[in-house]
Each structure stands twice: as C-alpha cells, then as structure tokens.
C-alpha cells in the first residue's frame, strides 16, 4: 500500500471538524459548501484507510484513532506555518544570514561603513565576516563556508567564478623625516632597495604583487611581519619603510608617517569577487553581493 498524499486543505478541514464538532461551522471556517467540506474530509478519510470522526444526527465526534491523528495534524500544520513564515521572511529580507571572507584591509577599512548601512537596510540579517588573506578567502568559498569573497586572487575555475571588484594602487609608507621624501621624480625599485623594509609575511597578496612587481632587484629586508598594523608601529618608529596597498592606507593615518604613491611598472593589486558557479546565493546573500558593488565608489 502506498503512503496517502494529504493536502493542507483536507488538515485545515479535519482540524477545524474536530473543534468545531459540526460539519456546518466547520465548512463556513473553511468557506467552503457544506457538500464540498464533507467531500474532503470523506477522502482524507480515505487516503489514511481509517475513520476519523463518528457521526450522527445530533454530534460529531472523534474516533479514537481520529483524536490520535489530531495531535499530528496540529504539528504539522505548525511546521507549514512556521516554513511559510521562514520563507516569506527571508523574500522580504526580514531574515537570513550572510557568510563573508574578505582581505584584512577591507574587513578593517572599507567593510565597516558599508556593514553599517547594510544593517540600517536590513536590520534582521546576520553577517558572519571571516577576515582572512587571499588563499583562505578562496578555500572559505570553495568549500561553502562563505557565499563569497573579495580576495586578490582571480579564482576562475570549473568551480568558482571571479568577478573585478576593483584596482588597488601602492604606496610607500615612511617617518616624516625620511631622505626619500626629499626626491622630487617618480621613485623606483632602487630607491627603496636602499633602505630597510619592512615586509609582510610571504603568504599575503601585498608581498606576492610587490616581489613580482620588483623583480629582479631584492629589498633590504629587516623583519616579516603578519599584519599591517605592525607594519605601520615598525616604520613609526623608525626601523625602516615599507610599501602597501592604498586600501590599507588608513592602517597609517598616524602622527609622523607619510605615504606616497608609487607608479612602478605593474605594481597594481585586482580585487576580485568570487563565487560559486553551481550554487545561487541565497536572498539574503544577493542584496549584500548587490550593496557592495554599488558601495565600489566609496573605497
């Protein structure tokens, strides 16, 4: 015998039966004809081979078997209403969650303001933000932990897509009395090979393009270091300079630094935003994919 197929019609009829105890009230519940309600409780009865109400001229009740399903009516008409409800909540971005992986520079500089405005649009979305460099970024994506990323990698593969976010110059960052800001032409690779410098560890994407930009002329390097913001207590005080991205420059907005673009020959970090190909992202996903392409100019 196959399972019944039941309807939340013939749910919706059996409930209101069973509280109402008349086929009468229980068919203008449901507007419906008195013929038609008692036709779809007849089929329900049917489809589950069992009789669920006792009738007579004067009452309507439950059966034993029928007060035993009606419990399972009640949880499941709940379930429907709660599924609705999450559905209609995430469409109308009422609900939902994004997972992010970006770059520590954006997370810390640029992602903030626009998170803020994003959160005043849509206040009951959660935001999962995964600061993480390039390669992780991809991993995060690739293996479903983040619906998307902004990372310098151009991760166009069978399994991910890569859209051009935006372009990112460099610049030097140096003490305010440093003998380079005397130099009145364009620096190049051999100006800053002279002093120490300070580098980002070998893993991040600003090490990658600067190495590849500077090849073949090696740096005086003084210390690799992890993050941008010990990059930037190193130069301030003095141990020597350093180059990064302009998204970065706010890491070094402090007395006694200044920064100075470069314009060597392709020393220029793409940012790209990745994606899976087979999956859609999800309602919640698109409207922040969506607000941070249109957020591209205030970077």
Do not use: N
């Amino acid at each position: 015998m196959s399972d019944p197929h039941l309807s939340s019609r013939q749910l919706d009829a059996f409930i209101a039966l069973a509280e109402q105890r008349s086929f009468t009230r229980a068919a203008a519940l449901c507007h419906l004809s008195q013929p038609a309600f008692s036709a779809l409780i007849r089929t329900l009865e049917e489809a589950l081979g069992l009789r669920l109400f006792d009738r007579s001229t004067r009452h309507v009740d439950l059966t034993p078997e029928g007060q035993g399903f009606l419990e399972s009516a009640r949880r499941i008409r709940a379930d429907i209403q709660s599924a609705l409800a999450a559905v209609r909540s995430a469409a109308t971005l009422q609900r939902g969650r994004v997972e992010l992986a970006l770059l520590p520079s954006l997370a810390a500089g640029w992602l903030p303001g626009v998170l803020a405005r994003y959160r005043d649009r849509y206040p009951g979305i959660d935001i999962g933000i995964a600061d993480v460099l390039s390669e992780p970024c991809i991993e995060r994506v690739a293996a479903g932990h983040a619906d998307f990323a902004l990372a310098a990698i151009r991760a166009d593969t069978p399994a991910l897509q890569a859209e051009l976010f935006c372009s990112d110059d460099f610049h030097l960052v140096c003490r305010d009395d440093h003998p380079l800001l005397q130099v009145s032409r364009p620096l190049g690779v051999g100006d800053l090979a002279a002093w120490p410098f300070i580098h980002l560890a070998r893993t991040s994407s600003v090490r990658q393009y600067l190495e590849a930009a500077m090849h073949p002329q090696t740096m005086r390097t003084l210390m690799e270091v992890e993050q941008l913001a010990t990059v930037m207590g190193m130069v301030r005080a003095g141990l020597g300079i350093s180059v990064v991205p302009a998204l970065a420059l706010f890491h070094f907005a402090q007395p006694g630094l200044v920064t100075r673009q470069l314009t060597l020959p392709g020393l220029t970090r793409q940012i790209y935003l990745v994606r899976r190909r087979d999956q859609s992202l999800s309602i919640a996903a698109q409207s922040l994919y969506a607000m941070l392409l249109e957020e591209r100019h205030t970077m």
